[in-house]
């Protein structure tokens, strides 16, 4: 079973609106951390946070931890046409072993 | 370029059949992770090797055998290929557990 699972599957947007994608696990964490996924590519790093942290920046992207409700959030701002791609959460409980989740597919319409 | 490079890119076995993935990286990363991609499920970990020497079962390893040649180098066995394990492989590695995974391009593998 999946530990992180992504909220919504899918997101169409147009350019330059915000993009929210959420992520919910289901048991304690040692951090959580967001990739990118273009179509036929592997998946690229964006974000880690720790279980001690609650909000970190990059650029356009703002990532929330709320550890009380396990989950996160992934919030681009200003979406461009190229931010289309899948967006994976993946957990990191322990040890040295990250459960990815099943991604949200975003698409953003020039 | 610093990475992760996995070879063959793409392959078609037929069932039955054998074949090794490569993966290397030259980041002097001491963990290394075989993870495969189905449509609609994300990635599943198959094997990992926390460092040199150390190999470990992940979520679904059954079919697959690995081979942590040394600290660069980490291999995927399918030793009798079956139409199931038609999927999209990838490596990954990190440093340490509190920092992101660098992902290599990925195989495609068709087993027919």
């Known amino acids: 079973s999946q530990q992180g699972e992504e909220d919504p599957q899918a997101l169409s947007i147009q350019e330059g609106e915000n993009a929210t994608m959420n992520c919910s696990y289901k048991t304690s964490i040692n951090n959580l951390q967001w990739y990118r996924q273009n179509s036929g590519r592997g998946l690229v790093h964006l974000i880690l946070?720790?279980?001690?942290?609650r909000e970190k920046h990059s650029g356009r992207l703002r990532v929330t931890l709320d550890t009380s409700k396990k989950s996160s959030s992934l919030l681009i701002t200003a979406s461009r046409a190229a931010d289309t791609a899948s967006y994976f959460c993946?957990?990191?409980?322990?040890?040295?072993?990250?459960?990815f989740g099943a991604g949200t597919r975003l698409f953003v319409k020039a | 370029n610093a990475g992760v490079t996995q070879t063959p890119k793409f392959q078609v076995l037929k069932t039955g059949q054998s074949m090794t993935l490569q993966c290397a990286q030259d980041?002097?990363?001491?963990?290394m992770y075989w993870y495969r991609q189905d449509p609609g499920m994300g990635l599943r970990l198959i094997y990992y090797s926390a460092s040199e020497g150390t190999t470990d079962k992940g979520e679904v390893p059954n079919g697959y055998n690995v081979s942590r040649l040394n600290k660069r180098e980490f291999s995927l066995r399918l030793e009798s290929a079956a139409p199931s394990q038609t999927s999209v492989y990838f490596c990954?590695?990190?440093?340490?557990?509190?920092?992101?995974?660098?992902f290599g391009s990925g195989t495609r593998l068709t087993v027919v």
């Open positions: 993946a957990t990191a409980t322990g040890g040295f072993k990250t459960i």
């Open positions: 990954a590695s990190t440093g340490t557990v509190n920092y992101g995974y660098t």
């Open positions: 980041m002097n990363h001491n963990s």
């Open positions: 946070i720790r279980s001690n942290e």
